[in-house]
T-cell receptor, first 109, second 114 residues
Framework: AQRVTQPEKLLSVFKGAPVELKCNYS??????LFWYVQYSRQRLQLLLR??SRESIKGFTADLNKGETSFHLKKPFAQEEDSAMYYC???????????FGTGTRLQVTL | KAGVTQTPRYLIKTRGQQVTLSCSPI?????VSWYQQTPGQGLQFLFE???????NKGNFPGRFSGRQFSNSRSEMNVSTLELGDSALYLC?????????????FGQGTRLTVV
């Protein structure tokens, strides 16, 4: 069965410090991984997906199949990055996302 | 264009009752998925509909059911409510539900069972 693990419930960093939100997955098929973000009082929204290999708001994530990881990184944290981050694995043929439990990122001055 | 709309935003129901939640997808989107979000279990997939057909189902009891109409609007029904059904129910729509299409989420319906 598929599983997504986000080991940290809360990650607190100072503004300007590097950020790494960890995500590990377990899936026997070819994985399709996403990071979703939920800012305060806003709906869940897609941040980035591994197939697009793009940087969004300074965040990047590389799929490491050997380590079954998809960690989210940003070199310099900003206050506006404070939010809840969810790693998600797409499985099946019909829009089924398996989510991790989420990590709350808190960026302080 | 308008985003995914869920109604109502809040609901309070009594144990044993049933409830119906509604989701209007983004115009043109044919896939609608439902998720339950709780502090203990996080986000869990309930089911997905595409062109009025259920294509995928999560591990929830039969008390949880859904349907999709010809205009792609979807409803989710929970019968014989239990206290543990208290949760935020999220709906997501995408154009096709395929792995390369983005899912757009609604604001959710917060259900409280007392």
């Amino acid at each position: 069965a598929q599983r997504v693990t986000q080991p940290e419930k809360l990650l607190s960093v100072f503004k300007g410090a590097p950020v790494e939100l960890k995500c590990n997955y377990s899936y026997s098929g070819s994985p399709e991984l996403f990071w979703y973000v939920q800012y305060s009082r806003q709906r869940l929204q897609l941040l980035l997906r591994h197939i697009s290999r793009e940087s969004i708001k300074g965040f990047t994530a590389d799929l490491n199949k050997g380590e079954t990881s998809f960690h989210l990184k940003k070199p310099f944290a900003q206050e506006e990055d404070s939010a809840m981050y969810y790693c998600a694995l797409f499985t099946g043929t019909a829009s089924k996302l398996t989510f991790g439990t989420g990590t709350r990122l808190q960026v302080t001055l | 264009k308008a985003g995914v709309t869920q109604t109502p935003r809040y609901l309070i129901k009594t144990r044993g009752q049933q409830v119906t939640l509604s989701c209007s997808p983004i115009s043109g989107h044919r896939s609608v998925s439902w998720y339950q979000q709780t502090p203990g279990q996080g986000l869990q997939f309930l089911f997905e509909y595409f062109s009025e057909t259920q294509r995928n189902k999560g591990n929830f009891p039969g008390r949880f059911s859904g349907r999709q109409f010809s205009n792609s609007r979807s409803e989710m029904n929970v019968s014989t409510l239990e206290l543990g059904d208290s949760a935020l129910y999220l709906c997501a729509s995408s154009s096709s539900g395929d792995r390369d299409t983005e899912a757009f989420f609604g604001q959710g319906t917060r259900l409280t069972v007392v």
